[in-house]
């Protein structure tokens, strides 16, 4: 099936994809507290992370680090939205695909103090 901006070439389309991730980002802060959480710790990382004394790599390894929790939990989130689109019933794949997810957004936030450690400690 293809979207509605598959049609659309330069310009027209970045501007639909655009206005789609906006959309995403939104509808994850307004339904995800768990995504509202992590955005609050980017807000107050990030700028920690720029002001360290790292090099300029390991600053945007600090950096990187937290965006990609954010990024996972945004995955994480459509992973479960499609799950429950198709079926609310508890099923072992349904658990499944929820289950992955969600250790996928561990393991991206276990990252985060292991980067910073690294980079910090040399």
């Given at each position: 099936m293809n979207g509605p901006h598959k049609g659309k070439a330069g310009p027209a389309r970045l501007w639909g994809a655009l206005h789609h991730s906006l959309d995403g980002l939104s509808a994850a802060f307004r339904h995800k507290e768990a995504f509202r959480l992590e955005v609050v710790l980017a807000l107050v990382l990030i700028p920690v992370a720029v002001h360290t004394p790292a090099s300029g790599a390991g600053k945007a390894m600090m950096v990187a680090s937290v965006l990609l929790v954010l990024v996972?939990?945004?995955?994480?989130?459509?992973?479960?939205?499609?799950?429950?689109?198709?079926?609310?019933?508890?099923?072992?794949?349904?658990?499944?695909?929820?289950?992955?997810?969600?250790?996928?957004?561990?393991?991206?936030?276990?990252?985060?103090?292991?980067?910073?450690?690294?980079?910090?400690?040399?």
């Open positions: 996972v939990e945004l995955i994480n989130t459509g992973i479960e939205a499609v799950t429950d689109r198709i079926s609310l019933e508890n099923h072992v794949l349904a658990k499944r695909a929820k289950d992955m997810g969600s250790a996928a957004v561990m393991l991206a936030a276990i990252d985060v103090p292991v980067v910073w450690l690294l980079v910090l400690l040399g």
